[in-house]
């Protein structure tokens, strides 16, 4: 069922609670419901100096077609202590799915970020470039290769 | 389209187990399950290995090095490792089982009293250990509590011995059954269908190896959709506890498995949000409770448990 106007009012509303998590799950749902008219709000949020918060609202923006994931910082929050700030990251990476493998290649061939979490990510993520990607990267520190090999052993379609 | 690397060699997967951080009791199976096959080579691999392992991966190493040379060149280790395993302690019931049977091969016991007898499906080393002695098949227990993480949660700490929430239900809510050996459940915590489906199935020859006339579990986010799974593997469950589940209903439980069950939840859950999946099931069967608090972790959070009387919620005492 649509959500009502004054659902998708309370929503847009939402965005500005001082309440994180309220905000968080407001930028997801506005964009589930595919609410173009937040999309400004979301890009500003997309920024918001808390992660949980720009996370919901980089996913938010995606499902309406818009493209303000910052990777590093979506991978940086897989490393995070934070279990759901964790989660949140995986889960919307994803969603995001194989548009992600590109950013998430690049970023393991940069040799910046944590490693082991973007492959874990990319063997989540799935598909042949996934794979490619997990597959073709050469590590001589023997943690990672050691996740490498158990990705690949446990691989499934 | 990229060509897929060969499977890994025995070896190969060996030093993989070996360097890697899956539970001892799924390490030492492994190790048992390679051991045919292992080339001389890998006897240094494990030398190399054995003094900073586990002692149940010590009793697998000292087991494989038996099956490939047939050299009783650790007899001592293995009664050794037997006298202490007699002294008690967390998991000490399957390390003297493991280490009684090892101990029997080396000193000229029935040649295949391990080999004939294997379930390549199970990955508890005591379950294998005990198809093969008939007749000591553990007990079961009166009752079980068992905690299950969710994604990418398995090496957190707050589900297991020491962990907050851990603590919360055993000393708390006064679960003593809540159990804390270090062949506790664990799953691939992986993000993907497929993952959670082998993580119940996993669950299921956990419990079978861990028999209990009463199955209790608390379970959270997608652990409880694998807990939910493996009542359709006829897991027969007493309380099923989910905190936070991602509720769909291609993850419904076999609701005549279970007797009871209970779905707590946030007020604003946004990995729940994203995780495609609703917070309520509005079945007859669980019983629901919105919390005040926030968040996806709130539901295992013990501070919220208290200010919430979650205890009386979910029935405690049981």
Redesign the interface.
């Known amino acids: 069922m649509s959500p009502s106007k004054q659902q998708i009012a309370a929503l847009r509303r939402a965005l500005s609670s001082d309440n994180r998590h309220e905000r968080a799950q407001a930028a997801i749902q506005l964009g589930q419901n595919q609410d173009n008219d937040s999309v400004a709000r979301l890009r500003d949020l997309a920024s918001d100096p808390d992660d949980l918060v720009a996370i919901a609202a980089m996913f938010g923006a995606w499902q309406l077609d818009v493209d303000v994931v910052t990777i590093e910082r979506m991978i940086a929050a897989l490393s995070s202590d934070d279990e759901e700030l964790v989660q949140e990251s995986v889960f919307a990476l994803c969603e995001m799915g194989e548009a992600m493998v590109p950013r998430l290649t690049a970023l393991l061939d940069a040799h910046t970020a944590d490693a082991n979490a973007i492959l874990r990510v990319l063997a989540d993520i799935g598909g042949d470039k996934a794979f490619a990607a997990i597959s073709g990267f050469k590590s001589d520190n023997p943690d990672i290769a050691s996740t490498i090999e158990e990705l690949l052993d446990d691989w499934e379609e | ?2 060509k ?2 060969p ?2 060699t025995p070896l ?2 060996l030093k ?1 187990v070996l ?2 951080k899956k539970p001892p009791a799924v390490k030492a199976f492994t190790i048992i399950k390679l051991a045919p096959k292992l080339p001389s080579s890998a006897i240094m691999v494990m030398d190399d290995a054995l003094a900073d392992a586990d002692p149940i991966v010590q009793v697998a190493i000292m087991d494989a090095y038996y099956e490939m040379t047939e050299d009783r060149y650790h007899q001592q280790d293995l009664e050794r490792i037997l006298a202490k395993a007699a002294q008690g302690g967390d998991a000490s019931e399957e390390l003297y089982m493991a280490a009684r049977l090892a101990l029997g091969r080396v000193n000229g016991l029935a040649k295949d009293a391990l080999g004939e007898n294997y379930d390549p499906g199970l990955e508890i080393v005591a379950m294998a250990y005990e198809r093969a002695m008939p007749g000591k098949r553990r007990e079961p227990e009166k009752s079980i509590t068992v905690m299950i993480h ?4 398995a090496d ?1 700490e ?1 589900w297991q011995p020491g962990g907050d929430f851990f603590n919360y239900v055993k000393n708390k809510l006064k679960l003593k059954d809540l159990y804390g050996g270090s062949d506790r459940f664990k799953w ?1 915590g ?3 269908d ?2 959670r489906k082998k993580a119940a199935n996993s669950l299921s020859s956990w419990l079978h190896s861990h028999p209990a006339t009463k199955i209790n579990v608390f379970a959270h ?1 997608h652990g409880a959709n694998v807990a939910m799974l493996a009542t359709h593997n006829d897991v027969q469950m007493n309380k099923l506890v989910m905190l936070s589940p991602p509720v769909r209903k291609d993850y419904y439980a076999k609701w005549g498995n279970v007797a009871e069950a209970f779905n707590i939840q ?6 729940v ?4 999946g609703g917070q309520w099931f509005k079945h007859a069967k669980v019983k629901e409770k919105e919390l005040k608090a ?4 709130a539901s295992h959070d013990p501070k919220v448990w208290k200010d919430e009387k979650l205890g009386k919620f979910i029935g405690i005492p049981w």
């Open positions: 389209m990229p897929r690397k499977k890994p190969k997967k993989s360097r890697g969710g994604t990418w949660a957190g707050w691939s992986k993000n993907r497929s993952s986010s946030a007020e604003f859950d946004p990995v949000a994203i995780a495609r926030y968040g996806h972790s």
